[in-house]
Nanobody, 115 residues
Framework: QVQLVESGGGLVQAGGSLRLACTAS????????MGWYRQTPGNQRELVAITLSDGSTNYRSSVKGRFTISRNSAKNTVFLQMNSLKPEDTAVYYC?????????WGQGTQVTVSS
């Protein structure tokens, strides 16, 4: 089993910044993928950014140049630095961990961007 604990959400004005963090614990050895997804009411969860344990990353096109995903492998933590936030970035953000074909999710953290 893998447990994910997220932090860092909140309320920010448009143009501001937030940093999300997600720490994984449990059976977390081996090649893995960690990422961030987001969801708004009535919509499907969508990928924001992912990073593999080899350091490679991928981003949703609408956040490229504004968001940066990174990880501290020693602390099993993945970060999402969000700059130049827009009202349309408002959502519940979920951390995701994938290994050996299995997927785990964090509890979600609310990000609200006011105009």
């Amino acid at each position: 089993q893998v447990q994910l604990v997220e932090s860092g959400g909140g309320l920010v004005q448009a143009g501001g910044s937030l940093r999300l963090a997600c720490t994984a614990s449990g059976d977390i050895s081996g090649f893995n993928l960690m990422g961030w997804y987001r969801q708004t009411p009535g919509n499907q969860r969508e990928l924001v950014a992912i990073t593999l344990s080899d350091g490679s990353t991928n981003y949703r096109s609408s956040v490229k140049g504004r968001f940066t995903i990174s990880r501290n492998s020693a602390k099993n933590t993945v970060f999402l630095q969000m700059n130049s936030l827009k009202p349309e970035d408002t959502a519940v953000y979920y951390c995701n961990y994938v290994r050996s074909g299995r997927s785990w999710w964090g509890q979600g953290t609310q990000v609200t961007v006011s105009s």
